[in-house]
């Protein structure tokens, strides 16, 4: 559904403090298979944009000083798939920690039941990622 209020609204980005930078980035390119877009910055100021496959990114940043650490980081990140398992499993090899292996569930909207797969996993930063794969 478009936004009436924000012209061509659409997800662009959410950001990630990473506290080991080289790490997640080889986390997210290689075992979640997404493409590095770009990146800037030395040392503990380097950040970069990791594209999810439908135009919208992971922005990582490196951890800086003491002070950007009491920022946090995100609750979550849920990146849709076809293939909640394959997805899984994919994190996993790359070193992410099980929260839920896959599961089917049913989450009941206003707007009628929406049957899902789902699994989520932790990030090396402590990151919860989910795939979400709608089942309709």
């Known amino acids: 559904m478009a936004n009436s209020t924000i012209k061509n609204a659409c997800f662009h980005h959410i950001a990630l403090r990473a506290a080991d930078y080289d790490k997640t980035v080889e986390f997210y ?3 979640l298979g997404m493409e590095l877009v770009r990146s800037w910055g ?18 990582i940043f490196a951890r800086g000083s003491a002070a950007e650490e009491a920022d946090g980081e995100f609750f979550h990140l849920a ?22 292996a896959p599961y089917d569930t049913v989450i009941p909207c206003h707007q009628g039941d929406l ?8 990030g ?10 709608p089942k309709e």
Request: charged residues 25%; contains cysteine; hydrophobic residues 40%.
């Open 29 to 31: 390119t290689k075992a």
């Open 42 to 59: 030395e040392g503990d100021r380097r950040v970069c944009m990791v594209g999810i496959g439908d135009g919208g990114c992971v922005e």
């Open 79 to 100: 990146i849709g798939t076809s293939d909640a398992d394959g997805a899984y499993a994919a994190a996993i090899a790359g070193g992410a920690v099980t929260d839920k």
């Open 124 to 133: 090396l930063n402590g990151e919860t990622i989910e795939f979400f794969s």
């Open 115 to 122: 049957p899902v797969r789902i699994a989520f996993v932790k």
